[in-house]
């Protein structure tokens, strides 16, 4: 399965762009996009960066990194689901056969 991965813009040219996220640097091909200023945030998949990100989009998309990565080890993923786990206005879940 291949994810996009919020990274921030450390410096570009217009057509590669040089980005850092979940610890690791990379060169992206920014092309497809509108231009991205140094310190701004990008989804980033095979080394393209598919859209712009704004800050709130970082975060969750990390807790979903991380949970993915805490579930196939068998972890607890709770933590990262909190504001889900006590909304009032959710739907009841579905009763699966």
Known sequence: MCL???MQ???SDGLIAR???RGEERRVNV???DEVPVGGWVL???ERAVRPLDEAEVGTLNDALDAILLAARGGDTDH???DLLT???APAPCDAP
């Open 4 to 6: 996009g991965l919020p």
């Open 19 to 21: 980005c850092a996220g």
């Open 31 to 33: 092309m497809l996009i």
């Open 44 to 46: 980033v998949h095979m």
């Open 80 to 82: 990262l689901f909190a």
């Open 9 to 11: 813009v450390l410096e």
């Open 87 to 89: 909304r009032t206005d």
